[in-house]
């Protein structure tokens, strides 16, 4: 082990068992993205998510340990060990986010896990019956929204304000981005004016990246993984967007070949029922309107397709959620109710 | 251990830094196979050896060690734009052109020799030839490197040809049997091109004799690891040990498919698309002074 590194590992140890040696046959690189120091230069965006994950194994293979390298001037990965850090010290939530340490030096920023077993839900979800699909969501969702609303007491500073947000200032960067993307003007005065409709609604810090293989099941309760990109969003609802079109993709309702999301989302078939149920459910939930709930619906896609861009990643990543994006303001162009169309009524 | 720091070396490298490129180009021209130097247990960072065979560019290990010494075969043409995008990132490197079987630097000159691509550049694909050429490469790359020194080779399994030897054989004769079916199954699994479904066996001999050659050039530790999904997308990097093969493919599904009996037997080469081989000398006694790389000859 590079003892760079494992200098790094012993000063996140409490217990005193990462200070010994690790061996060589007991550590995995996984997700190895990016050069660390970057090969390339980097800024901002650029840097999140690249470098790589170290799986720490014990004596007899078991997984003890799962680590998070990254850059030094990656700004992510500091603020997500924060967020595990306060959430595991909650009594309410210390089962939802796992024990974390953070440590970093000139070159290398690392967090130090205790190795969360459990099956991930993008194993499961493909195969669930709907029943237990819906009743597995409104778990899941349950737990997300008790840590967004207990975050807000343990993590004051990263609350932007305590001002409702209003929603069509949020959205504008994301909508200037597309518009530089070739997002043509009538498109973008159809999506600010539904987004503005929306108005204000209260802030709630958001996930960020709620998907299914960020979510394990493990001894009879839901736990949340990746919290890099918490608190960037603090838009109600946005968790729930997200979480049920990634759902819905694994389990092949929406793809390339079926039509997009918001065609999916408005379709008559039982699955996308179910979806429609559970996003109007979570709505409700949070105290959003039908308007509300579209608004914020649109800033999501708006948002992640931005997002995606800025990050830099290759067309073919967000190129689909940009033609949803365009797919939506042409249905808002010609008039049709949206709001019915994807949420059903109410 | 909470500090922010920047280097004055990293203030210059943000300092030179070119624009972002576009559409993706920075997600793909990282060389993520340079983070195998985060697990390789080496304790001097002063002087590096990239002999080049078209893997990552010399800057990506220019940014790890103090100097960096590139060197380019007889005949193949030297790359400078692989290996500078700006003075911040050459000033450490120096590019020299010479036969990798009589290297051109006295003994114990490096503390790290970077091999990638090993097997890729000798326009032979008799096995005899290649093991012969490793030979002679791998007791070069042993006599340059200090004591406690470390060698890298990053081998695309693709490349090493011959017939496979010990349980290979076993397996070549089964896999003949079932070759195409589980081929198929493979492929279907991963969702990866299967176009090296004939090397699949010759794999389970390509471990052992590297490992073989290594030993036998008189490096004391040789640790072997499996890059998956493939060479030029090294996501995963992992020990070539049962413990740690189970474990890893355990994570990428939730039944346990034909990759996972695979690897429950102990045939994980048949299931990775490129190796890795780190090789140290022995440690010294005694810490000596760092000396002046030399060129010979």
């Known amino acids: 082990m590079n003892p760079k590194l494992s200098q790094l590992l012993a000063a996140c140890s409490v217990e005193g068992d990462l200070v010994g040696p690790i061996r060589w046959s007991e550590a995995v690189i996984l997700q190895n993205y990016g050069a660390i120091p970057p090969a390339v230069g980097k800024r901002g965006f650029y840097v999140w998510n690249r470098g790589f994950n170290l799986l720490l194994l014990g004596r007899g293979g078991v997984p003890l340990y799962f680590c998070k390298c990254r850059p030094a001037a990656d700004h992510n990965l500091g603020r997500e060990t924060a ?31 205790e190795f969360v077993p459990g099956d991930p839900y993008a194993f499961d979800v493909p195969g669930l019956g709907e029943r237990q699909w819906a009743a597995s969501m409104r778990d899941i969702l349950t737990v997300a929204r008790r840590v967004s609303i207990r975050a807000a007491a343990l993590l004051p500073d990263f609350l932007a304000g305590t001002d409702p947000v209003v929603l069509h200032e949020v959205a504008a960067p994301s909508l200037a981005e597309l518009g530089s993307a070739g997002l043509g003007e009538d498109q973008l005065r159809a999506l600010e004016a539904a987004i503005r409709r929306a108005g204000t609604l209260p802030r709630l810090l958001q996930h960020g990246d709620l998907w299914p293989p960020n979510i394990l099941w493990h001894q009879g309760s839901w736990r949340l993984l990746d919290f890099e990109s918490f608190g960037r969003v603090q838009v109600p609802l946005y968790d729930v967007h997200h979480f049920v079109r990634t759902c819905a993709s694994l389990r092949g309702i929406c793809s390339e070949t079926t039509g997009g999301w918001l065609d999916r989302l408005a379709s008559r078939d039982r699955e996308a029922a179910v979806c429609r149920e559970t996003i109007r459910r979570e709505a409700c939930e949070l105290g959003l309107d039908a308007a509300q709930a579209l608004g914020v619906l649109l800033y999501y896609l708006v948002d992640m397709a931005a997002h995606f861009r800025l990050r830099g990643v290759p067309r073919a990543f967000w190129e689909p959620l940009a033609l949803e994006v365009r797919r939506a303001a042409d249905t808002l162009n010609a008039g049709a109710p949206l709001e019915e169309v994807v949420l059903g009524r109410a | 251990m909470e500090r922010p720091a920047t280097s004055s070396r990293q203030a210059r490298g943000h300092a030179a830094q070119p624009a972002e490129p576009a559409d993706g180009a920075a997600w793909t021209t990282d060389h993520p196979r340079s983070n195998w130097l985060w697990v390789a247990d080496l304790t001097r960072w002063e002087r590096a050896l990239d002999i080049q065979s078209g893997g990552a560019p010399a800057a990506a290990w220019g940014r790890h060690f103090r100097w960096v010494h590139q060197l380019e ?32 630097y006295r003994d114990e000159a490096f503390d790290c020799v970077i091999w990638e691509g090993a097997l890729k550049q000798w326009g032979t694909t008799r096995r005899a030839d290649l093991t012969a050429v490793l030979r002679q490469v791998f007791g070069e790359c042993r006599r340059v490197l200090r004591p406690g020194g470390c060698l890298y080779v990053g081998i695309a399994v693709a490349a090493w040809p011959g017939r496979p030897v010990g ?81 890893y493919e355990r994570r990428q599904s939730a039944r346990a498919g034909l990759r996972w009996w695979l690897a429950w037997l102990g045939l994980h080469p048949l299931l990775y698309g490129s190796h890795m081989f780190l090789a140290y000398t022995r440690e010294p006694k005694a810490q000596p002074a760092p000396g002046r790389v030399q060129r010979r000859g």
């Open chain 2, 73 to 104: 075969p007889p005949g193949a043409g030297v790359d400078f734009a692989g290996v500078s995008s700006g003075e911040a990132e050459t000033a450490n490197i120096a590019v020299a052109r010479a036969s990798l079987g009589a290297l051109p």
């Open chain 2, 167 to 247: 349980a290979g054989r076993l397996v070549a004769w089964l896999t003949r049997s079932v070759g195409r079916l589980g081929g198929v199954i493979l492929r279907g699994e991963r969702g990866q091109p299967g176009s090296d479904g004939a090397h699949r066996t010759e794999r389970l001999s390509l471990l052992r004799t590297l490992r073989g050659l290594l030993t036998k050039a008189g490096f004391s530790k040789v640790q072997a690891f499996y890059i998956d999904p493939s060479y030029h997308q090294p996501w995963s990097i992992i020990p070539a040990r049962r413990g740690p093969v189970l474990v």
């Open chain 1, 83 to 113: 967020v595990l850090k306060a959430l595991n010290r909650d009594l309410e939530l210390s089962s939802v986010a796992p024990w974390t340490r953070g440590a970093r030096s000139e070159e290398l920023q690392l967090q130090v896990s």
